[in-house]
């Protein structure tokens, strides 16, 4: 009974037609008659834009379509062949734990209701279903399964972007369901890869939000976890896909973001996401050499690019302004360099990352070749997607340079800790991590800067830098004319709350209560 069943019911929209808010229901019924009359109900509960249904009339079909479909809500009889409905909420959560499942029963199968509800069902009803009940039952999951699903798309744990991560990560996914979901989702995508120079201060709900106002309805589109350097996005590929990215940079630029935006080639294999993704962050290395805000893989004409080689006895200066732990040499050595690569003028981003590979190995050469102990330069992570344009990819070795010809040099080494001090005291009212001075101003390893740090100051650099804030704040509070709210972000904290918590904590009073006692006291 119930084996050729259509996959979605017919009065409503086709099933790669799906709205990106639409609840997706199984309903799983050996019995025809009980089957249409409670797909019904269903239809009478809300309109076709709000819902589709799929049916299915057995355990057995209706694991297949649940695979197949990953719907988000699933009505099934307890007492039906092949596979009974305990058996196939049991297969359900062996993988899913999100899927609401609604046991449908009749007096006699009591106890079987109840051993469901141990085993993951949300909820029974009992045969004959009033229409009340179906309802309320159906407001409580719908609700529920709106607000998990907007969850785990902000998140982005949601089944299609959770099978595009892994694709993108791992270069294959053997996840059937995942895959057949991303396919309905986007039966034709490109991947985004954003960049801000100020993208850490950008919290995932806020771009998700921004997002949602960008696309609204037109088009579907998923938010990646953040791999530090890019947000990723994925949108359904249309007509208007060049329109998009100008409004997702002005949406962005409103609320201050002035970044970059790359856009890979138009794909329909969801294993094809890994490739997608690649052409777009591609792409977005070009940020580099252009002022162009918007990158597209389909215009770059590689093809018309050279390499960049460098010019005779350029890499020998570099090298010996090393050897001669020379940094004015050094610096002098670097900017010949640069001018060489701004007189290409259309150079392979390929050439200009191997260039910045060979400069930094120069860097590491000269320390293995002297065997200093003290200097142990971090693994390479810095590439070109951390600099803004040339000019700041020459001042970030120049200054790696320096540094290291500086602390390298016999009887005028400067200690790492030092610099790290004087950046922290010229910088402490900003985001400023001992990992971030590791890396881009010491060039060295974060873990054992931050051990010769500990070890030297005998404290840790957080607790370093949280007493150098307060004693800063106690500074501002005793001049008495700026409110606690500035008082904190001249110290380096953005929330004000944890300011005041901070503060107590150290001070044993919080900000206001110091302020009143200094005042009294210096009356």
């Not at 018309?304 to 080689?309: D, G, I, S």
């Not at 804030?469 to 709350?497: F, K, P, Q, W």
Request: aromatic fraction near 8%; include cysteine.
């Amino acid at each position: 009974m119930g084996a050729n069943l259509p996959a979605c019911s017919g009065q409503i929209l086709g099933c790669g037609g799906m709205r990106r808010n639409m609840i997706t229901i199984l309903v799983v019924e050996d019995e025809i008659y009980a089957r249409r009359s409670l797909i019904g109900q269903i239809e009478r509960y809300a309109s076709p834009e709000q819902f589709r249904i799929l049916e299915a009339g057995n355990g057995e079909q209706g694991l297949q379509i649940y695979r197949e479909e990953n719907p988000d809500l699933v009505l099934m009889d307890i007492r039906m062949p092949k596979m009974d409905g305990l058996a196939l909420l049991k297969a359900i959560r062996v993988t899913d734990t999100d899927t609401m499942v609604i046991m449908v029963s009749a007096y006699t199968d009591f106890e079987y209701a109840i051993t469901a509800l141990k085993q993951g069902a949300v909820d029974y009803l009992l045969k004959p279903i009033e229409d009340e009940k179906l309802k309320d039952c159906l407001d409580k999951c719908l609700n529920r399964s709106r607000t998990r699903k907007r969850e785990h798309i902000i998140t982005g744990q949601d089944v299609a972007a959770r099978y595009a991560r892994r694709v993108i990560q791992d270069g294959a996914y053997g996840d059937y369901v995942g895959k057949s979901v991303f396919h309905k989702t986007f039966p034709s995508y490109r991947v985004l890869n954003l960049w801000f120079p100020n993208m850490r201060t950008l919290e995932w709900e806020q771009l998700y939000e921004k997002m949602e106002e960008v696309f609204q309805e037109d088009r579907p589109f998923r938010l990646l976890p953040n791999p530090e350097k890019v947000w990723t996005l994925i949108m359904g590929s249309g007509r208007e896909d060049t329109f998009v990215p100008r409004r997702i940079l002005r949406a962005l630029s409103e609320e201050g973001y002035e970044g970059y935006l790359s856009i890979g080639g138009k794909h329909a294999e969801p294993g094809e996401v890994r490739n997608a993704y690649q052409e777009s962050l591609h792409a977005l290395k070009y940020k580099i050499l252009t002022e162009e805000r918007i990158l597209w893989e389909e215009k770059l004409n590689e093809d018309e690019r050279t390499n960049f080689v460098w010019q005779p006895g350029q890499e020998a200066m570099l090298q010996e302004a090393l050897r001669d732990r020379n940094p004015d040499k050094l610096r002098n050595a670097i900017s010949r360099i640069f001018h060489s690569v701004r007189r290409c003028e259309k150079i392979k981003i390929e050439s200009l990352e191997l260039l910045f590979s060979r400069i930094t190995l120069r860097f590491r050469e000269l320390i293995q070749e002297t065997g200093s102990l003290e200097i142990r330069m971090r693994e390479g992570s810095t590439g070109i997607l951390d600099f803004n344009g040339l000019e700041d990819m020459e001042r970030f070795l120049i200054k790696i340079g320096s540094n290291i010809c500086e602390m390298m040099d016999a009887g005028q080494g400067r200690d790492p800790v030092d610099i790290v001090s004087e950046y922290v005291a010229a910088h402490y009212d900003q985001d400023v991590t001992i990992k971030e001075i590791a890396e881009k101003v010491l060039f060295m390893n974060p873990a054992y800067v931050s051990h010769v740090f500990a070890e030297k100051k005998g404290i840790s650099f957080s607790a370093w830098l949280k007493q150098l804030r307060i004693n800063h704040a106690r500074e501002l509070l005793e001049g008495g004319s700026l409110s606690v709210t500035e008082v904190a972000s001249l110290s380096g904290y953005n929330d004000t709350s944890q300011f005041i918590r901070l503060f107590k904590q150290e001070t044993g009073m919080t900000p206001g209560k110091y302020r009143e006692k200094y005042m009294n006291g210096c009356r």
